[in-house]
């Protein structure tokens, strides 16, 4: 995954290249739970959504490769049949509305536990 994520785009504006990480940022969708659905799709498939993806971007310049090209170059890069750490669409898009409160919950299940401990509970 972190070929693909890592891998550039294009050449912006002010010459510095534009990664794959970057311009999902910027379109506001979390990079690695894209690359993950990406890479359980057929490449076909997976080219073409990137596409799409890619066409929402602003600001192309006339010289930058047409999106269809640049995305069959960049799906070549996703491991082939998915990855161990790919993400169910359901929580992905779970995890783009409301944040990851899994590591929070945690932390406050776990900061109540402490605390139920030092008032005696178990001694």
């Known amino acids: 995954m972190a070929e693909f994520l890592s891998a550039p785009l294009w050449e912006e504006k002010n010459g510095s290249p534009l990664s794959v990480l970057s311009a ?7 990079p690695w739970a894209e690359a993950a659905r990406l890479a359980t799709l ?15 971007l602003p600001e192309q310049q006339p010289e930058t490769p047409d999106t269809v090209t ?8 996703l491991p082939v049949g998915g990855s161990a750490t790919a993400i169910n669409s359901a929580t992905a898009g779970r995890s783009r ?3 990851s409160i899994g590591p929070w919950l945690l932390l406050v299940l776990t900061a109540m536990l402490v605390a139920w401990a ?5 001694s």
């Open 24 to 30: 999902l940022a910027r379109l506001d969708i979390d």
């Open 42 to 56: 057929p490449r076909d498939a997976a080219a073409s959504a990137l596409a799409v993806i890619l066409r929402r």
């Open 70 to 77: 640049t995305a069959d170059r960049l799906v070549r890069l």
């Open 97 to 99: 509305r409301t944040g």
């Open 118 to 122: 030092m008032n005696g509970f178990w």
